[in-house]
């Protein structure tokens, strides 16, 4: 990644991908994400100068793949999961932001968070039609109202950037982890992810 350390702030950059500024590329985000976008970016000049997408292959959306095609540091990308829960007659949605190094801890930390007997990804018929975003491409950003946003601070504190969704499986949104931290509505959360294995 790539950041100004005096001066203005630079676009962040991540491997062999050709980053260029969301703001200028609105047809690659979900409709949900560009009016985030724009909102966050009316009251954050940050987000302009440090939020970067890139157009991939449909098919290399999964971190992994993405990863191990463009050479890319697992420890830069961070998973979105959707988690949902009931208290009473009300139900709960979370999204859960933890760097793919880690996994989200459902049973443990979010349903504590959430308040909930029990806490279980969200159907992935349901998580589409209800962000607007596509499967493999959700994102904390253009999340629906009431929808918490729980962040693991590590993704905030740790100096990588952030490698997120778009919305769509077709781009990924960078930005730095700290600005990610800035998102209205971001929650962050100590040991939100736990180790993988």
Known sequence: MSQG???PATLPT????AWVPATDR????????TQALARWAAHDPQVAEQVAVVEIDPDLADTATLNAAHDLPPVASANCVLVAGRRGGDE????????ATTRADVNSRVRSLLDVRKASFLPTDRAVAESGMEHGGITPV???????V????RVATDGEP?????GLRRSKLLLPGALLARLPGVELVERLGVPVG
């Open 5 to 7: 350390t005096n001066g």
């Open 14 to 17: 991540l491997g062999d991908l």
């Open 26 to 33: 609105l047809d690659l985000l979900a409709p949900p994400v």
């Open 92 to 99: 709960r949605i979370a999204a859960a932001v933890v760097r």
């Open 142 to 148: 253009g999340l629906p109202d009431g929808w918490r």
């Open 150 to 153: 729980l962040l693991d601070a």
């Open 162 to 166: 952030a490698l997120i969704g778009s």
